[in-house]
């Protein structure tokens, strides 16, 4: 490639097993009875916000930042927060909304957005009545339906450091694929499937050690329990498997990928079906109350690709676990709540809870949500890099796809933040994917899910691009620059579409963006974590929709002779004088130097002044003072003049954006010199971008 292409600690403690039953019956008010009812997760409370103030807000009084998805009110929102240190404590700062639209909250919309972010279990108006109608249905006898088998590790995968970093170099991030199911299909009956008894060593598990310190949870339609969910799946060869999985959206619920799609068994599930909060009617009698209506009509079960190539077995080496995951989406929504469990990404808790539903619990038979909590195991620190995480919690049959939950110790909020999809009973240790930046991009898609997105993400709506070329054709390599023009951070959408037909291929969806920064993508990153596999044409047509205002440019390399060219042609050209992104800095002069021109095109003289930001955070790195322009004159500032007139050093900084800090009657001009080929190319057209 060449050079200008560089471009909470957890409530509980669980310090011993011996001690961990005392300590979850005494935080959770139950009886000394090890299946007494737990409590709902209530006395949520809003963080102190006296330190909150965006506009004071700096990267070098960051303390930390918190990454959050969540739907709110049947919408779905995906947002920042940001801490500062105050008197050794984290206080929050600033929130800054991405999605649906990029924008910074004022202090008095804090309290509000935040009350309604702690609403999860807040009844709709038809959510009410159908709680209402079925607040205590009779007790059913689930079917006798095989439990998914715990997987296990292959421990020789991870036997050092060095292991895992090798494992580690090749870590592509976890790509999309999925089975649509046909929207008229009938659904299945609720009591639809094999009810064949299931195998004795489908339900036999090893004695745990220590305590089995699991507890029967009762309140099923309180918070955070009404998100958790029994799930079953059918199999093309007629198996019956039951599973656990989290309500993420109205229409969505997040899984394993080994509860959607074995090999061995025909692929994907053919058919399937959710009940939230179902709970033990009474232990050991094989009897199950549930408290909402179930769902069957699926739309989409998806999974990564990643792990359609590897599914089927019993266990893994432990670094494969970081594709698992699954998720159903459905055509109708559930109703008995609208605002569900938020998704904190890279969170770093040493300690969580775990919820599901394990077919054994202490040796008898279970068809009631479960739940205990555990502290990070050792060998969990090994696993991090690789996106999976371990931690000392209970787990049987059954278990696979339940939720990682952890609890913000100043509020009581409850965050998904990762799923179980492998144990070890003789151990005691459970563990699965973490939800990090590295497959955000896939587990915020299914979050924000909705009927007929797989069609709305694949529109041709939005900024229409043209002439952008494939990885199919190495020679001539297209990159994209997306500038985000805000404070707030954001995201972009982008369709990829075949040239000549003008069929929509697949969607790609960016990482978060820095306000004012730049950044750049090759064709090949968009292609490669795209929505789906598809055969790449030479040349795309492409649809951009942003979430924040600002410009994007395509770009040309061509390896044959070196050039780089400005290609952005589309239906929304910039009308922005004032801004150039993507400048090459002084560390490029040794082949693709840049060039700034001026122009003052009033009558009288001007004195602007130019903001210099790093292409790559959005950080204003100083200011540029050209001096006095007089009328109808020019100037031309070669990259090392400009840097050092600002005060800014090009370490480690590749791009710049400038943008002129007052607007005057002019325009501003970006010329590339491609020495090796002895061509200059105008690099200063963008196109126009709004959400």
Known sequence: MIPFLLGARYLF??????????????????????????????????????????????????????????????????????????????RLACISIIKPRSQQLRAEEVKTFLTDSFA?????????????????PEAVTPENIQVEPLKGVRESALSS??????????????????????????????????????PAASYAAPATAGIDDRVAVTSTQAYPWNTVAYLTSTYPNGGNFR????????????????????????????????????????????????????????????TSAQWTQMSGSESYPVT??????????????????????????????????????????QNTSAYGLYTGNGSETSKSGNYRSSHVREFAVDASGGNSGGPFIYVDPATGQNYLVGSLSYGDELNDRSGGPWYDSWNQSLISSWVSWTPGKEIIASSTAGLRVASVFGSAQPEMMSYLRFYNNGS??????????????????????????????????????????????????????????????????????????????????????????MTLINVHSSLLDNGY????????????NVSPTFGIYSAQTGQRLGTYVPGVLAANSQTVVVMSTLEAAAGVSASGTFHYNIKADV????????????????????MTATCSMAP
């Not at 959607?260 to 079906?273: E, K, L, P, Q």
């Not at 005057?664 to 105008?682: E, I, K, T, W, Y």
């Open 13 to 90: 403690a669980r310090p011993r097993r011996v001690q961990a039953a005392l300590t979850v019956a005494a935080l959770l008010f139950i009886s000394p009875n090890a299946f007494a009812q737990s409590t709902d997760r209530t006395g949520r409370r809003l963080p102190e916000l006296s330190s909150y103030a965006c506009e004071k807000l700096s990267p070098a009084n960051t303390a930390s930042t918190r990454h959050i998805g969540q739907v709110i009110k049947g919408r779905y929102t995906e947002w920042y927060e940001s801490y500062v240190l105050s008197n050794t404590e984290q």
């Open 663 to 682: 607007a005057f009657q002019g325009f501003l001009q970006h010329l590339l010199n491609n020495q090796a080929a002895h061509l200059v190319a105008d």
């Open 243 to 302: 599973c656990s999985a989290t309500l993420v959206s109205p229409y969505v619920v997040l899984t394993a990928g080994h509860c959607v799609h074995n090999a061995t068994r025909g692929g994907y599930i053919a058919s399937g079906r959710v009940y939230p909060g179902q709970r033990q009617n009474n232990l050991g009698d094989g009897t199950a109350i549930r408290p909402f209506p179930s769902k069957a009509d699926i739309v989409s079960v998806q």
């Open 488 to 577: 707030a951070a954001g995201t972009v959408d982008v369709t990829l579409s075949d040239y000549a037909t003008g069929s929509p291929l697949a969607t790609w969806r960016s990482p978060a963006l820095p306000g004012h920064s730049s950044r750049q993508f090759s064709i090949a990153e968009l292609e490669n974590n795209a929505t789906t596999i598809f055969n790449k044409p030479m040349v795309y047509s492409l649809s951009v929709r942003p979430t924040f205002a600002g410009s994007m440019q395509n770009i040309l390399w061509r390896k044959t002779d070196a050039t780089v060219t400005n290609l952005s042609t589309c239906d929304a050209r910039d009308p922005d004088p």
């Open 320 to 361: 494969d676990y970081r594709y698992d995951y699954g998720a159903v989406m459905f055509n109708t929504p559930f109703t008995h709540t609208s605002t569900f469990m938020p998704v904190l990404y890279s969170n770093t808790a040493q300690t969580i809870t775990n919820a599901g539903y394990p077919a054994i619990v």
């Open 120 to 136: 999860v279990g807040t009844l709709t108006t038809a959510g009410d009545r159908t709680a209402l109608a079925a607040a205590e």
């Open 161 to 198: 450091d060095t292991a895992a970093k090798k494992l580690n170099d090749a870590d592509q991030p976890p790509l999309p694929a999925s089975k649509i199911f046909g929207l008229d299909a009938p659904a299945p009956s609720q009591d639809s499937g094999d009810r064949r008894a299931a």
């Open 593 to 604: 130097p840049s060039a700034v021109i001026i122009y003052n095109t009033a009558t009288s």
